[in-house]
């Protein structure tokens, strides 16, 4: 990690998530992130506490090997895997090339993951779940009629004046529809400025993932379709 003007500037290593020099544990809410992103995010959460919105992390910053390990056990089947529609389906009776698409309809390739940057936050409101409810982070949730509308509203009106917004609004056919993922712009926008596909080959190479071969083989088509197409931050 590199300083340029007292921002913190990645390198592969952190861009991938097999570093942890740019991300500061938050015991205050169980969640890790840049540094340049507590401020911001604690400072839009106690807005939203005042408009009686508990804005809380459902996840932070995400390592390499977690995203490895949460892609292994889809990939053995031993987490479920769903199309694009929610349906769940048998990845072991998919080829390698198919199963690698199935897995990629709602988890990022590891070391492809916003959530390395420590910039991302998924995020809900635990005051507005039913007793017993668990989070299910679909879409659903957040919209009308939904137990999170009212933060998905209140999110819609304010949450640029701390430089957050959601980079997967619109569906091109990469990754799914996400109304929960924030994004931190400022400090995303240099994080994915500086992310090569090459720094992403050499993760995924070294790093015990299963299905590499099809994996390394689709990832030029993978970068370009669930890396580099999300929405922009506005004007
Ligand atoms: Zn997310």
Redesign the pocket.
């Known amino acids: 990690m590199g300083l340029l003007m007292g921002r913190c500037i990645l390198g592969p290593l952190e861009l991938t998530g097999r570093s942890r020099t740019h991300v500061i544990d938050n015991k205050d809410i169980s969640c890790v992130l840049h540094r340049d992103v507590v401020r911001p995010f604690m400072a839009m959460r106690r807005a939203a506490a005042r408009a009686g919105i508990s804005l809380d992390p459902a996840?932070g910053f995400r390592d390499f090997a977690t995203q490895v390990r949460i892609w292994n056990d889809k990939w053995t089947g031993q987490r479920v895997v769903h199309d694009r529609r929610g349906c769940a389906l048998d990845v072991l009776a998919l080829r390698p090339a198919a199963r690698v698409a199935a897995i990629l309809n709602w988890s990022a390739p590891p070391g492809g993951s916003r959530?390395h940057w420590g910039t991302?936050i998924?995020v809900y409101d635990r005051s507005a779940l039913k007793p017993g409810a668990r989070l299910q982070l679909v879409p659903a949730e957040y919209r009308t009629g939904g137990p999170f509308a009212e933060l998905t509203a209140w999110l819609d009106d304010n949450m640029d004046r701390w430089g957050f917004y959601r980079p997967y609004v619109t569906d091109r056919g990469g990754v799914a529809p996400?109304p929960w993922?924030l994004s931190h712009a400022p400090t995303a926008r240099d994080a994915s400025k500086r992310l090569r596909i090459g720094a992403i080959r050499a993760a995924i190479a070294d790093g015990g993932v299963l299905g590499r071969e099809a994996l390394l083989k689709a990832l030029p088509t993978i970068y370009a379709r669930y890396v580099r197409a999300v929405d922009r931050p506005p004007k």
């Open positions: 996840s959530h991302e998924d996400e993922h």
